[in-house]
């Protein structure tokens, strides 16, 4: 199982970003899916799941209505569309696959991507 986070970078306030999640070694659209990110000197925090046809989303209430979390069964792609980035926002972001079943727990990490909000 491999998850490679990319799309991180240096975005201004109220700037945006699309992050993507290229997945491999496993039934990607079996499972449920997530994104989590850890700020500086802080603990995890999760950010938004995505059933397997994406049909069923969840956001975490600091998010909801700037990111938009999608995914692409054929290419085998979890994507966060970031709008409206806010300082608060700088983090190190992860893509997340729950065990086989389950909904938001995770059982295989990323590497992260960092995503940088400054002026």
């Known amino acids: 199982v491999q998850l490679v986070e990319s799309g991180g970078g240096l975005v201004r306030p109220g700037g945006s970003l699309k992050l993507s999640c290229a997945a491999s070694?496993?039934?990607?659209?079996?499972?449920?899916l997530s994104w989590v990110r850890q700020a500086p000197g802080k603990g995890l925090e999760w950010l938004s799941g995505i059933s397997t046809g994406g049909g069923s989303i969840w956001y975490a209430d600091s998010v909801k209505d700037r990111f938009t979390i999608s995914r692409d069964n054929d290419k085998n792609t979890l994507y966060l569309q970031m709008n409206d980035l806010k300082p608060e926002d700088m983090a190190l972001y992860y893509c997340?696959?729950?065990?086989?079943?389950?909904?938001?727990?995770?059982?295989?990490w990323g590497k992260g991507t960092l995503v940088t909000v400054s002026s």
């Open positions: 997340t696959r729950a065990p086989y079943g389950e909904t938001w727990s995770a059982d295989y």
């Open positions: 070694g496993f039934t990607f659209s079996s499972y449920y």
